[in-house]
């Protein structure tokens, strides 16, 4: 089943730069599809297209059964939908842990509070952080923000996620600690849309890869296929350029 539809989407900014041109991208239920490229590419504009945050200037997109581009299409039932975890947290600073996973449930849905916070505890258990549901996000390490970043897209019970380099901001030695829970996601069959710099977990966890370049697909291949041989010239010398 198609959860994710990019059909020929074309988007230029006002500076004349054409950050995704042509674009064609199913993504099934349940599958992790990793979008890998050189800087300046388009995959975060493609990410952010998704969900709305970025307008197109062609094309259509369809995610869960919202046609995205449509006119008059309520984004926030899209990204009730759709979740998005960006490099920078966004946690609100002044907010513990527990009310930053709280809001958006409570306001967006209308959630029981008592059934919201069960949930939440949940979750921090899930990714370790059980004892942090009353500290706020300045007593947290980069990594415990973005796994609480990532619980509280989970917390809108999302169909998919979208994953927006997520660990380039942190720490080499804590990066692992993010990614294992990715990991468990996509064993749990989360379908997940990931921007990485990260091969060897894009490698392990995608079911995809798609490679852009200059804002096109240029590739797309199962990660091992991939990694060992790919079929485009141009991917052949991105990943010889790469240590990994």
């Known amino acids: 089943m198609e959860l994710i539809s990019l059909h020929d989407v074309h988007k230029t900014y006002p500076n004349g730069h054409q950050a995704l041109r042509g674009v064609d991208l199913s993504v099934a239920k349940g599958e992790v599809v990793a979008i890998i490229g050189p800087s300046g590419c388009g995959k975060s504009t493609l990410l952010r ?3 709305g945050l970025e307008p197109v200037d062609s094309g259509t997109i369809t995610v869960a059964g919202h046609e995205v ?24 600073p002044h907010l513990t842990v527990m009310k930053n996973l709280l809001l958006a449930p409570k306001v967006v849905q209308g959630a029981d509070e008592s059934a919201a916070r069960e949930r939440a505890l949940e979750l921090l258990e899930r990714v370790g952080l059980a004892d942090k549901a009353d500290a706020r996000p300045r007593e947290l390490s980069g990594g415990q923000k973005q796994r609480v970043a990532i619980v509280r897209a989970l917390m809108m019970q999302p169909k998919a996620l979208l994953l927006d380099e997520i660990t380039a901001s942190l720490d080499p030695e804590i990066v692992r600690e993010v990614l294992e829970v990715v990991v468990g996601l996509a064993r749990d069959g989360m379908t997940m849309l990931i921007v990485t710099h990260e091969m060897s977990f894009a490698r392990a966890v995608a079911d995809r890869i798609v490679f852009m370049d200059a804002g096109q697909i240029v590739e797309v291949g199962e990660p091992d296929a991939f990694f060992t041989a790919p079929q485009s010239e141009r991917a052949q010398r991105f990943l010889n350029q790469l240590v990994f």
Do not use: I
């Open 69 to 92: 581009t449509a006119a008059g299409t309520k984004l926030r039932d899209v990204r009730t939908d759709v979740g998005m975890v960006f490099q920078s947290y966004d946690l609100f």
């Open 49 to 51: 297209t998704v969900n």
